[in-house]
């Protein structure tokens, strides 16, 4: 993800300064200012899509430096952190989970976004109505990536609707459960996001293979390797 949104912003950048003259153009001409969606598409107009890398998010919480909780988690630290890199001088803006979410999705400061709560605001119709259809999967969907996504989604995610801009959906409804919960599923056609697709719900017990972590790790790991062997098949034809 870091790779692909440093070049976007390093294109953004030479693009920021003409949109600004433009808009002031336009506004002193009486034009409509553009949205930021016309913005994001005029920046991808100038990115080079033709090599796509792909992109794997693994998206977990409570790794805060005062309690040291990544101690508690030697196999994240091993695969994830020991691997990569760690930004020592990070900050998270809204250390509350649905608002932080959103920020991530969008981009957005939690003021801008309008997702201050864990209930009333979580998944709201204002979240559906004004920000859900320009998360960062939807710019994606629409630079010609395949979009996935499986866990936990939001707090208050009632299940009965698919986000737009996501081609594999397994989400989990409703806040963290890892046993007795319910997962919301749908797969279908790219760019879904003048209809309202509906999943299907499936209940799961409290038997230890049932366990919420390993059922989605079972299955990003399935999706993975269905993706490897189609990309394989492609580059042999």
Same mark, same amino acid.
């Given at each position: 993800?870091?790779?692909?949104n440093?070049? /976007?912003?390093?294109?953004? &950048?030479? &693009?920021?300064?003409?949109?600004?003259?433009?808009?002031? &153009?336009?506004? +002193?001409?009486?034009?409509?200012?553009?949205?930021?969606?016309?913005?994001?598409?005029?920046? /991808?107009?100038?990115?080079?899509?033709s090599? =796509?890398?792909?992109?794997?998010?693994?998206?977990?919480d409570? =790794?805060?430096?005062?309690?040291?909780?990544?101690?508690?988690?030697?196999?994240? =630290?091993?695969? /994830?952190?020991?691997?990569?890199?760690?930004?020592?001088?990070?900050?998270?803006?809204?250390?509350?989970?649905?608002?932080? +979410?959103?920020?991530?999705?969008?981009?957005?400061?939690?003021?801008?976004?309008? *997702?201050?709560?864990n209930?009333?605001?979580c998944?709201?119709?204002?979240? +559906?109505?004004?920000?859900?259809?320009?998360?960062?999967n939807?710019?994606?969907?629409? #630079?010609?990536?395949?979009?996935?996504?499986i866990?936990?989604?939001?707090?208050?995610?009632?299940?009965?609707?698919?986000?737009?801009?996501?081609?594999?959906?397994?989400?989990?409804?409703?806040?963290?459960?890892?046993?007795n919960?319910?997962? #919301? +599923?749908?797969?279908?056609?790219?760019?879904?996001?003048?209809?309202?697709?509906?999943p299907?719900?499936?209940?799961?017990?409290? =038997?230890?293979?049932?366990?919420?972590?390993?059922?989605? #790790?079972?299955? *990003?790991?399935? /999706?993975?390797?269905?993706?490897? &062997?189609?990309?394989?098949?492609? #580059?042999?034809?």
């Amino acid at each position: 993800l870091l790779v692909l949104n440093f070049d /976007l912003l390093i294109v953004a &950048r030479e &693009r920021r300064n003409r949109d600004r003259d433009k808009d002031r &153009r336009d506004r +002193r001409d009486g034009s409509k200012k553009r949205s930021s969606r016309d913005r994001f598409n005029s920046i /991808l107009k100038d990115y080079d899509l033709s090599s =796509q890398k792909n992109i794997v998010v693994f998206m977990s919480d409570d =790794q805060d430096a005062v309690y040291e909780s990544m101690s508690a988690m030697p196999k994240t =630290q091993k695969w /994830l952190s020991d691997q990569g890199t760690t930004f020592d001088n990070a900050f998270v803006t809204t250390p509350i989970c649905c608002p932080s +979410r959103s920020t991530y999705l969008t981009g957005k400061y939690m003021h801008n976004h309008g *997702v201050s709560t864990n209930n009333q605001e979580c998944c709201s119709d204002n979240w +559906r109505d004004t920000q859900e259809k320009f998360t960062f999967n939807n710019y994606l969907s629409q #630079a010609g990536y395949y979009t996935s996504f499986i866990g936990k989604y939001m707090n208050e995610y009632s299940g009965n609707y698919v986000p737009p801009g996501w081609d594999y959906w397994t989400a989990l409804h409703k806040n963290s459960k890892y046993y007795n919960y319910t997962l #919301a +599923r749908w797969t279908g056609s790219r760019h879904h996001y003048n209809r309202n697709p509906v999943p299907s719900m499936k209940k799961y017990s409290d =038997q230890p293979h049932e366990y919420f972590t390993t059922v989605i #790790a079972d299955e *990003v790991e399935t /999706l993975l390797k269905l993706y490897n &062997r189609k990309n394989r098949k492609l #580059a042999q034809s």
